[in-house]
């Protein structure tokens, strides 16, 4: 039987793989990735807790989530695209222009 | 009739203005002749209001509006012209147009000639707020703010630098505001305490209201209540031991001596007593109030000797300004509360016109005031010399000019009160003002020539400047006469004014005019034999003379202003500077310096973190989550913190 706790440790796991991408990755497509993965991790586990409350608030919440991480995808490979237009790469290692 | 006090009140503020908008640029004559215009329109509607009071009687009274209102306590500009503040009006306003006029030609060649009227002006209006206001508190504004005025104008000079104090006793112009205004901090510290004694007890500022709940108090209250009040009077009209601020106030242009250390805010503290004569003719304070009639003889007496010997035309008068306050004391201590503004009106008048008369005799001598410099004056600036030799026999008291009726009416006083230590100081303090104004007289304008070898030319003053003094000289002359009407006048305020002198005293009377009137011109007479004669008896320096004792003690000012050096003056300096290096330095600087350094180390170190890698802004970023996340787990583990807690 699968339970609420499958679908957390699920999420936590998406989760954690979304952060380490976050962390290791150096082409900032691949960041976007990750932080979808996040979102996405978060939608399982609000859509899971709103299933076993029986309260539908939670999986409204994951359609907004769903709602922003589009656009948010969306306004952000529109910004990647300008970026590569400009400095011919995406990797975070040659973007650094503002050392302090 | 209202609107006249608002005429009498703002004028001269409307002038103040007027003359800083044009602070900054070249002399503009206009700018002085506006502001002297003002001051008239102000000085015409005192006097129709002091007509108004003198033919119908009616005190005005009104309340312009809510100044201060915060839970019970409730204090509005509101105004008073009764017979007391109208005579102020009336003597500021005039004296102060005649002085403005006069500095339109006096201040001729200052590059700085609006600002001063612009000074001027804001001065007279603070004046005329503290002599209006029906409360205590609107007169601690004028207070302060004649005290302000009064910074600025001795401080006019503020360029000029220190000098030593053996060259010059008052050290610079700014030494000397600085002084002035200190001094007269310390004692207005007496009056505001004595404001709140009385507002703590009475539970109002208003004068009437206040007056009115006396009789309730305890005498430890009102005893209180009028030392402190004095100790105010006492900084601001320059009693001892606060006097020696206002000789060295001398350092400022002299028409501001003028007016507001001969006319009129040297008065103020007279007026204050004046004003508040219900508090002082109570029986509970009779021991105050001859403490301050003998206070006021030994300031008379006191001035008057160390005036013998200075050698500064302008301190000799401001000397001679301090004695003639001790007079008004005197009257005000013993209950003569009439006597003493009559007094103060008279003084005002012909102090005025010996001070703008010097004023002349600076000009021409180009600032120097060295008597000895001087001497036989008389025939380059024959306009000056009446003025002033007509000023002195005013100041001197001899009949029929107006220092003979009000002075003789304080010697009488004292007389009268059975006082007689005090009546003999007065009487020879009036035999010494007689020597040294007419030593001053004669220095300066008779006896051998001794500029000319010195390279002085003088000339005289522009006529309309001399044409300018003369009000001053008609009313030094005529004052005296109104003396009776006067005191029918004032007499309507009520009975705590209202001062007879005995049967007794009364018979007495012209034997003792008489007397005064022989001493005085007897010194005189004597002045003219040391000082006024020339070739073969002419006066010489006596070098020798001036080593002894007690000229050496006159001339130094009995030591008071070296005492203060030595004992205030430095070892608070020394102090200041221990409070400074070791307390302000080590303690509070360093803990606000640290706190800032510490700052400063933790950007400084941290500043690597700034590579400008977004990877790397976002691993600090999941550090700091991380660590957000540790918190939360452990306060919600041992049950800190949330919401429900």
Excluded at chain 2, 615 to 635: D, E, K
Aim: glycine share 8%.
């Amino acid at each position: 039987m699968i339970g609420l706790s499958h679908y957390l440790i699920l999420s936590a796991i998406l989760f954690s793989i979304g952060l380490v991408g976050i962390l290791r990755r150096r082409n900032i497509l691949m960041l976007l990735f990750a932080t979808e993965i996040m979102l996405n991790a978060t939608n399982i586990a609000f859509v899971a807790i709103s299933d076993n409350y029986g309260d539908l608030t939670g999986q409204m919440f994951a359609f907004y989530i769903i709602a922003i991480a589009a656009s948010e995808v969306a306004v952000g490979l529109g910004l990647l695209i300008v970026l590569y237009k400009r400095h011919g790469s995406l990797d975070l290692d040659d973007l650094a222009s503002m050392r302090g | 009739m209202e609107s006249l006090v608002y005429v009498a009140l703002f004028a001269p503020f409307v002038g103040s203005l007027f003359a800083s908008l044009f602070g900054m640029s070249e002399r503009q004559i206009f700018v002085g002749v506006v502001a002297s215009l003002l001051l008239f329109i102000s000085f015409l509607a005192s006097a129709l209001l002091a007509a108004n009071l003198y033919i119908t009687g009616d005190v005005i009274h009104i309340t312009m509006m809510d100044w201060i209102s915060a839970g019970d306590f409730n204090v509005a500009f509101g105004f008073v012209v009764d017979q007391i503040s109208v005579t102020m009006m009336t003597v500021v306003t005039l004296v102060s147009t005649i002085v403005h006029i006069y500095a339109i030609g006096y201040m001729d060649h200052d590059k700085s000639f609006n600002r001063f009227f612009s000074y001027l002006s804001a001065f007279v209006f603070s004046m005329m707020i503290l002599v209006m206001s029906d409360n205590f508190l609107g007169l601690f504004i004028g207070w302060e703010g004649v005290g302000v005025c009064s910074w600025l104008l001795v401080g006019f000079w503020y360029h000029k630098p220190d000098q030593d104090r053996k060259d010059n006793p008052s050290i610079s112009p700014s030494w000397a505001a600085n002084e002035a205004f200190i001094m007269n901090r310390i004692a207005d510290l007496g009056m505001l305490v004595g404001i709140f004694i009385l507002y703590w007890n009475t539970g109002s500022l208003q004068y009437d209201e206040v007056f009115a709940k006396l009789p309730e108090l305890s005498e430890s209250v009102l005893v209180g209540a009028a030392i402190a009040l004095f100790i105010g009077a006492m900084g601001k009209s320059a009693q001892f031991p606060l006097h020696t601020w206002l000789t060295d106030a001398m350092e400022g242009p002299t028409p501001v001596s003028a007016l507001i250390h001969a006319a009129t805010m040297v008065t103020a503290g007279v007026f204050l007593v004046v004003r508040s004569n219900p508090l002082y003719s109570m029986e509970e304070v009779a021991g105050v109030s001859m403490f301050i009639a003998s206070l006021g003889t030994f300031v008379a007496f006191y001035a008057a000797s160390m005036a013998l010997v200075e050698r500064d035309l302008k301190r000799i008068i401001a000397y001679s300004t301090l004695s003639q306050l001790g007079y008004m004391f005197a009257a005000a201590g013993l209950g003569a509360y009439w006597i003493a503004l009559f007094h103060l009106a008279a003084h005002a008048f012909f102090k005025a016109l010996l001070f703008l008369g010097g004023g002349n005799v600076m000009h021409a001598m180009h600032d120097e005031l060295d008597l000895f410099k001087m001497g036989d004056l008389r025939k380059k600036m024959r306009g000056t010399w009446l003025y002033m030799g007509f000023a002195s026999i005013a100041l001197v008291g001899l009949p029929p000019l107006a220092g003979f009726w009000s002075k003789d009416a304080i010697i009488e006083t004292a007389f009268n009160e059975h006082t007689y230590i005090l009546w003999i100081m007065l009487v020879i303090t009036a035999g010494m003002t007689a020597f040294y104004s007419f030593r001053q007289v004669f220095l300066s304008f008779h006896g051998e020539d001794r500029h000319t070898a010195l390279g002085f030319h003088p000339h005289e003053m522009y006529k309309f400047v001399l044409a300018a003094m003369f009000p001053l000289a008609v009313l030094a002359l005529i004052t005296g006469w109104f003396m009776s009407s006067y005191k029918e006048f004032i007499y309507k305020i009520g009975e705590s004014v209202q001062y007879e002198m005995s049967d007794h005293t009364h018979h007495l009377a012209i034997y003792l005019a008489l007397m005064v009137i022989f001493i005085v011109l007897s010194s005189i007479t004597f002045a003219y034999f040391k000082y006024a004669r020339t070739g073969e008896k002419a006066w010489k320096r006596d070098e020798e003379k001036e080593q002894g004792f007690f000229y050496k003690l006159l001339i130094n000012q009995y030591y008071v202003p070296k005492f203060y050096e030595e004992f205030i003056t430095k070892p608070y300096a020394m102090i200041s500077e221990v409070f400074w290096t070791k307390i302000d330095l080590k303690i509070v600087d360093a803990t606000v310096d640290n706190i800032a350094k510490f700052f400063y180390a933790t950007g400084d170190k941290t500043r690597s973190m700034q590579t400008g890698n977004l990877s790397n802004y976002l691993n600090w970023m999941a550090v700091g989550a991380m660590i957000l996340l540790g918190v939360a787990a452990i306060s919600a583990m041992i049950g800190l913190g949330g919401i429900d807690g």
